[in-house]
């Protein structure tokens, strides 16, 4: 980090409570940080952090405090307290496509929108999260994805541990692109919600167990986040690139969604109809769709087609062409163990299939692609 001018966060909550203390009334992380800049409380150098280790070794008492040594710099010119509106090119390091921070306890709550992607996780204790008409207290181990023009606070009164990951609008459209754009009907279904052409107001939610995995990989974001070097922006997106796979890969069955557009229930129920596509792609069908879920099969149909554009059989047919693409590529199986492992029983039928939809035969193309 360059040599600069900061506060740290310890100083940021000790004045909050002696504000509240004081008036009885809380206020506002800017007028906290202002104020202490105002009254040169300020220090000037670089903060010392661990450079030498990776974060996600460093154990959670040390971390949390770590945390409040983390330096806040004074941002806030250029936006007033009756901005409802944050800009991530106001808040956020310039040399930096995600940025971490942490709630700081006693602070006022105030509604407000950002043109950036939030990624707020509880790592200790509870916080209590206002989106729109909706009120929730989260527990350690939850996290949310917010869409940007989402009108939220988060708010904290104890000593609990809330961090928040900032993603400019433009990094998750292109550095995440790859993750969102698979084949994958969760991933499919998220990008649907969170890029709402209509600027409706989202969100998703995990419940993460309060899983290492998750708490060390975001321990690593905040390292990149403030020691700054030429390979951080980088490390950070790669981060938190790893941080959205987790998710994807081991929680996806926790997901919650709000959409201003939808009830929360019946998202719920179309990811599990998802969940269970993806993972009996080979043999399912409607009817038997239909059944588990205890559905009409014309009704289920048309939620099919309705969430994700596409039939039953044009979904089935890409994620089985996606795995047998993968299965040409890497692999040395014949294309009647591929045709089986896809879930085509006729091998004649795979390749014809195969050949209409590529434009060249799975031996054309696993000569091609192969990797």
């Given at each position: 980090m360059h040599p600069t001018s900061y506060v740290t966060y310890a100083q940021v909550k000790a004045q909050s409570s002696r504000h509240l203390k004081q008036y009885g009334s809380k206020t506002s992380f800017k007028n906290i940080?202002?104020?202490?800049?105002?009254?040169?409380?300020?220090?000037?150098?670089t903060p010392a952090l661990p450079s030498d280790v990776l974060w996600s070794t460093i154990n959670d008492a040390t971390f949390f405090d770590l945390l409040d040594n983390l330096p806040v710099r004074?941002?806030?010119e250029n936006f007033s307290n009756s901005s409802h509106s944050i800009a991530a090119e106001s808040i956020m390091p310039e040399a930096?496509?995600?940025f971490a921070i942490r709630y700081v306890p006693d602070i006022i709550e105030h509604m407000h929108t950002h043109n950036f992607f939030e990624v707020n996780y509880v790592m200790s204790g509870h916080c209590k999260m206002t989106f729109e008409n909706e009120t929730r207290v989260l527990s350690t181990g939850e996290l949310y994805i917010i869409a940007p023009h989402s009108r939220h606070d988060v708010t904290v009164n104890d000593?609990?541990?809330?961090?928040?990951l900032m993603l400019r609008k433009n990094t998750f459209d292109t550095t995440f692109f790859q993750l969102l754009a698979k084949e994958d009907l969760l991933s499919s279904f998220f990008r649907t919600i969170l890029y709402s052409k209509k600027e409706t107001t989202n969100y998703i939610s995990f419940r993460t167990d309060n899983s290492n995995d998750i708490r060390n990989t975001i321990k690593d974001i905040f390292m990149e986040s403030y020691i700054s070097d030429a390979y951080s922006n980088t490390c950070i997106i790669s981060r938190t690139h790893l941080l959205f796979s987790l998710l994807l890969r081991r929680y996806s069955n926790t997901i919650q969604i709000y959409d201003s557009q939808k009830s929360s229930n019946a998202h719920a129920d179309f990811i599990q109809i998802l969940l269970y596509i993806q993972n009996h792609y080979q043999n399912v069908t409607l009817e038997n769709l239909a059944s588990v879920f205890h559905y009409n099969m014309s009704y289920l149909s048309r939620m099919i087609k309705k969430n994700t554009n596409q039939t039953l059989v044009d979904i089935l047919t890409n994620m089985r062409m996606t795995k047998a693409r993968e299965l040409l590529c890497h692999t040395n199986l014949k294309l009647e163990q591929i045709s089986s492992i896809v879930g085509y029983n006729s091998t004649d039928h795979f390749s014809k299939l195969f050949k209409r939809i590529h434009k060249m035969t799975p031996s054309d193309y696993r000569k091609n692609h192969s990797c």
């Open positions: 940080v202002t104020y202490l800049f105002n009254h040169n409380l300020e220090h000037i150098g004074n941002l806030f930096l496509e995600v000593d609990s541990i809330v961090i928040s």
